[in-house]
Every structure is written in C-alpha cells, then in structure tokens.
C-alpha cells in the first residue's frame, strides 16, 4: 500500500475527564473523535482510528457517522495497558505505510493544512528519516510524523508516554514545523475544555 497514512489514537480511558470525552458534542454537531476523524480524513489519504479493545458498539456508531473509504477502525488489544501499547498496536497494523502521522483524537480543533504542512516538511526532507512535529509561539504540539524506519522501535513501546522515548532517542532526527495552529496545542482534558 504505501504512502502517508494519519493514526488516530483514541483508545485512552479518559480518566482526568471523568466521561467518554471521544463522545462529547462541539458546537458543529460533531462528537470530539467525529472532528478529529474528519480533519484526517481531509489531509490524508489513509487512517486508522484506534479505540478501546472492547469498543466493538462503537465502531458501529462511529463507522455509520464517518462513513470513508480512506478510514479503518482499529481495536488495540492492548488498550488497557496504556496509549504506548495501543501506538504498538496500531503501528504493527500499518508496517507497509512510509510513515505514520500520529494524531490524538481529543484534538478536534487542528487544521487540516497542518497535517499537510507537516506532510510536505518530511516530504522535503525524506532522505534524512525525520520525526516532524509542529511548534507554535515556542511550544510543542501534535501531531508527530514518523517515517516507516521508527515503526520497528514504536511497536516495542510500553506505557502511558506514546512514543515520547523514540523522539529522545532520535533528536537528530527531529524537525519542528512553526506553524499558526492553536489547534496543534489545544486539547480536551477535561469538560472545561469544551466551548
């Protein structure tokens, strides 16, 4: 298959949230993980969505609301075990993919011309195997690009810091992207967050 393809993590348990924080209405209609899918959808080409090992009910809501040949829900059996194991389990699902952007779902409110400027920053600079990542006013965001070359050390991640060990193991590699997206840095952690 090939090509860019987005993961969109949404297997967390939503603890600090207190509710399925995926599930809550945004003044568009649109549940939180609805939007997040959405503005994949319209950067890339391929998407994964990856929920709870036992969210079987919820593929079948969420596959009747976004119904798109580009995305294929997901369920990490290793969920439970924190947003590390579910990225390993993701990956390990998209092992032909050149790379991997990896976005959160409670982040509903990123542009979809980020996620293409951060496509056309690797793109640009391929050959050197980067990790890219978006900045705004000196502050890092989401989502991360990861070439096919890292898959390998992200499918043997544990715990709850998503790939956070692989960008310090590579900072070489890594690249940030100045862009003007608050999007990049705003999620929803709790129902405070919510407009």
Same mark, same amino acid.
């Given at each position: 298959?090939?090509?860019?393809?987005?993961?969109?993590?949404?297997?967390g348990?939503?603890?600090?949230?207190?509710? %399925?924080?995926?599930?809550m209405? =945004?003044?568009?209609g649109?549940?939180?993980?609805?939007?997040? +899918?959405?503005n994949? *959808? @319209? &950067?890339?080409?391929?998407?994964?969505?990856v929920?709870?090992?036992?969210?079987?009910?919820?593929?079948?809501?969420?596959?009747?609301?976004?119904?798109?040949?580009?995305?294929?829900f997901?369920?990490a059996?290793?969920?439970?075990?924190?947003?590390?194991?579910?990225?390993?389990?993701?990956?390990?699902?998209?092992?032909?993919? %050149?790379?991997?952007?990896?976005? =959160?779902?409670?982040?509903?409110?990123?542009?979809?011309?980020? +996620?293409?400027?951060? *496509? @056309? &920053?690797?793109?640009?600079?391929?050959?050197?195997?980067?990790?890219i990542?978006?900045?705004?006013?000196?502050?890092?965001?989401?989502?991360?690009?990861?070439?096919?070359?890292?898959?390998?050390?992200?499918?043997?991640?544990?715990?709850?810091?998503?790939?956070?060990?692989?960008?310090?193991?590579?900072?070489?590699?890594?690249?940030?992207?100045v862009?003007?997206?608050?999007?990049?840095?705003?999620?929803?952690?709790?129902?405070?967050?919510?407009?």
């Open positions: 298959m090939g090509g860019i393809g987005g993961i969109v993590l949404a297997a348990s939503s603890r600090r949230f207190g509710d %399925d924080k995926r599930k209405r =945004l003044p568009s649109d549940s939180v993980i609805e939007a997040s +899918i959405r994949a *959808v @319209a &950067a890339l080409d391929q998407i994964l969505v929920l709870r090992h036992g969210d079987q009910a919820y593929v079948e809501e969420l596959s009747a609301s976004i119904d798109s040949p580009k995305v294929t997901f369920r059996p290793d969920s439970a075990l924190g947003m590390a194991h579910s990225l390993a389990n993701a990956v390990h699902e998209v092992r032909d993919w %050149d790379a991997a952007v990896v976005l =959160l779902a409670d982040m509903p409110y990123l542009k979809p011309e980020t +996620i293409q400027t951060i *496509v @056309a &920053a690797y793109e640009k600079h391929k050959e050197n195997e980067p990790i990542y978006p900045e705004i006013d000196g502050e890092t965001g989401h989502p991360v690009l990861f070439p096919k070359v890292y898959f390998g050390e992200i499918e043997k991640l544990v715990g709850d810091r998503g790939a956070r060990p692989v960008i310090e193991e590579h900072e070489n590699k890594v690249i940030s992207v862009v003007d997206d608050p999007g990049v840095i705003k999620d929803i952690d709790t129902p405070q967050d919510l407009p």
